[in-house]
């Protein structure tokens, strides 16, 4: 089993970036996906998360500004993040999860730069 986060990289604040996580060896579809960030001296916290049957929910910091969405077909689900600002400057992490299963990617960063 193998999760492949990327899409990370350096943007201006008020910029755009697209993280993608892309599964293999697992059947996507069943799996729910959450993404994590960690930040230099925090601890690890949940940003946002899509289920297997695609309903979302986000960390009200996030709410209006990021976007996840999944395409099975391509085994991937995608954190759109918009309006980004500093604070978010963070490893992202993705976690694929069902029942006792539960899989984690290698992290991207995202650094925004004010």
């Known amino acids: 089993v193998q999760l492949q986060a990327s899409g990370g990289g350096l943007v201006q604040a008020g910029g755009s970036l697209r993280l993608s996580c892309a599964a293999s060896?697992?059947?996507?579809?069943?799996?729910?996906v959450n993404w994590y960030r960690q930040a230099p001296g925090k601890q690890r916290e949940l940003v946002a998360g899509?289920?297997?049957?695609?309903?979302?929910n986000y960390a009200d910091s996030v709410k209006g500004r990021f976007t996840l969405s999944r395409d099975n077909a391509k085994n991937t689900v995608y954190l759109q993040m918009d309006s980004l600002n500093p604070e978010v400057t963070a490893v992202y992490y993705c976690?694929?999860?069902?029942?006792?299963?539960?899989?984690w990617g290698q992290g991207t960063l995202v650094t925004v730069s004010s």
């Open positions: 976690n694929a999860r069902m029942y006792i299963q539960n899989y």
């Open positions: 060896g697992i059947i996507f579809s069943a799996y729910a």
């Open positions: 899509i289920t297997s049957a695609g309903s979302t």
